[in-house]
């Protein structure tokens, strides 16, 4: 019973910071998707960390080691991997999102190609990744409340609530709410996180030496990369893909424009890497659990930290984690939420009816929130894939959109709008296809060497995208030349 | 700074390639496995490589208010 009284009062404090997160401003578009541009550099950061740390890491990260062992590491990697190119990514694009006050991902791309077409491509693969990545977020919640309830709360039921309170505040206070709940989910799962990659090994094993120890000794090659499957050609495709796309999520996008100058983002590819290592807590979680709850199988894997948790602590500790979990649900949620509300209304709404008032664009964005989330809950309640598998479709998704993007920051842009849309579709089709056919380079090539056949299947995806966009842009470059160019401010 | 900057392709020559070299869970390092110990060195020093940049990079010189 304690332990369902703590989660529901962690909830219900993530309802009124949501909610208070408003005060005190008129809440126009530019307030609610981009906070007015004014966050600094620690708001920033927890945006940031908002979406790396969600219950993708919490069940997913734990789960992983659990079940894979050594494989898990990658998600180590590409984020600093990432953070470095953050360095010199992040500030043009915001410099540029200021200059035209552009408040989407989509917008970049139609004002950086001249192409309202271009803009409702990005905001489609945006919202067909969004809600993969947000029905994972209510998976999880459900998985998360239902366990620390002691089963006295259903998935079910933990997630409509769910919904209902980051829909209420979303609609009231946009990306501010996601900022000021970001604020006690850090401090709160960051707790967690190292009481517990601490604890759980000493109390088990003696310490973390004897625990690598038992596990090696009971499944021999569990802690490094095998030789065929997740091995170091799959290991390395796999960092480096990830690392492409990390800020190609129109949330995170959106977040780049919420700071206040860009030092902010060199300042935090400092501090982000450093931050990384709280996943080597939640590893550790997992490893614990492996002798301890042995036996998960399938899509369990990721209750391995609850079910170790329950089986360990007293029931005030399992809801102070429970709701940890809450929020590493909410927040991201929250921020999905904002993000898919701005798409459809300010990119495919507006793209329709370019004369609609800013007023109304902003007024259905907030109205849309309500409906996404229905949505989600509808596609969680029936859906039944692991949530590491989930991610990384959309992952593939929005990668795509890299080429494109790098190709757009550079001095003079060799890709016209017309390659950039052709790369961009070329690639999602093969992401689709590849994943409804299963195909991996494993079953396309079966006589090549090894490593080969490990690589990401991905990377077939984003070469035939890359390929594309240059071959059109060669192409229509020559066709439309002189074109004028669109005016520079 | 433009020397320095290229200090930011280590991480990734030492985390893609390092794994070639360190994929063996002995010697245990502070009782991690060795591909661990590997990684979680390199987090660390992907950070210490940024500050480096950042601190040499003239753009994040405080500005001169007039």
Sequence with gaps: ?489 | MTLIKWLALLPFIGMLGGVFFVNQVTPYVLGLPLLLAWIVLWLLLTSAIMAVIYFTDPANRPERRP
């Excluded at chain 1, 989509?106 to 969004?130: E, H, M, N, Q």
């Excluded at chain 1, 100058?261 to 400092?270: H, Q």
């Excluded at chain 1, 990721?302 to 089986?311: E, I, P, W």
């Design chain 1, 1 to 489: 019973m304690s332990a369902l009284v703590i989660i529901a009062a962690v909830t219900l404090l993530a309802l009124w910071l949501g909610i208070q997160a408003r005060r005190g401003r008129d809440m126009n578009l530019e307030q609610w998707t981009v906070g007015g541009r004014g966050f600094g550099t620690l708001l920033v950061f927890l945006l940031l960390a908002g979406e790396i740390y969600t219950t993708f890491t919490f069940l997913g990260g734990s789960g992983f080691a659990y079940g894979k062992g050594a494989p898990a590491f990658y998600i180590l990697c590409y984020g600093a991997l990432a953070y470095i190119i953050s360095y010199w990514l992040l500030p043009p694009i915001w410099r540029y999102a200021k200059t035209h006050r552009l408040i989407s991902q989509p917008d970049f791309f139609v004002r950086k190609y001249d192409s309202p077409t271009l803009g409702v491509i990005v905001a489609l693969v945006g919202i067909v990744a969004l809600i993969p990545y947000l029905v994972l977020q209510l998976k999880g919640l459900g998985i998360i409340v239902s366990t620390a309830s002691y089963g006295a709360i259903g998935s079910t039921a933990a997630i409509w609530m769910g919904v209902v309170v980051v829909t209420a505040y979303v609609m009231i206070s946009g990306v501010r709410a996601s900022a000021w709940t970001a604020v006690i989910k850090d401090v709160l799962i960051l707790a967690v996180v190292l009481f517990l990659g601490v604890y759980l090994p000493l109390h088990y094993y003696g310490g973390f030496g004897p625990m690598f120890q038992a596990i090696d000794a009971a499944k021999p090659g569990f802690l490094v990369l095998p030789e065929k499957g997740q091995s170091i050609a799959w290991f390395d495709s796999t960092v480096l893909l990830t690392a492409l796309g990390f800020f190609c999520w129109p949330h995170s996008f959106g977040s780049i424009y919420t700071a206040r100058d860009e030092r902010v983002f060199r300042r935090n590819a400092i501090i982000l890497p450093l931050y990384q290592l709280i996943l080597l807590f939640v590893f550790f979680v997992g490893f614990a659990a492996i002798l301890k709850t042995p036996g998960l199988k399938g899509p369990a894997i990721d209750l391995s930290l609850l079910k170790l948790s329950v089986a360990t602590f007293p029931p005030w500790l399992v809801g102070i984690i429970g709701g940890a979990g809450v929020l590493t649900a909410l927040v991201p949620g929250s921020m999905i939420l904002v993000t898919a509300g701005t798409l459809l209304a300010n990119n495919l709404y507006r793209a329709v009816q370019p004369g609609a008032a800013e007023a109304n664009v902003s007024l259905l964005a907030r109205l849309l929130v309500p409906v996404v989330a229905l949505v989600a809950v509808a596609f969680t309640l029936r859906g039944g894939e692991t949530i590491v598998a989930l991610l990384l479709m959309g992952y593939s998704f929005v990668t795509q959109l890299f080429p494109a993007l790098l190709a757009s920051l550079m001095e003079r842009n060799p890709v016209t709008r017309e390659g950039a849309i052709a790369g961009i579709l070329v690639g999602e089709a093969t992401v689709a296809l590849i994943s409804l056919s299963h195909v991996t380079f494993d079953t396309l090539f079966p006589m090549l060497p090894q490593w080969f056949r490990d690589l990401n299947v991905g990377i077939v995806a984003l070469a035939a995208n890359f390929v594309v966009m240059v071959l059109v842009s060669a192409v229509t470059q020559r066709a439309a030349a002189p074109r004028p160019a669109a005016p520079r401010q």
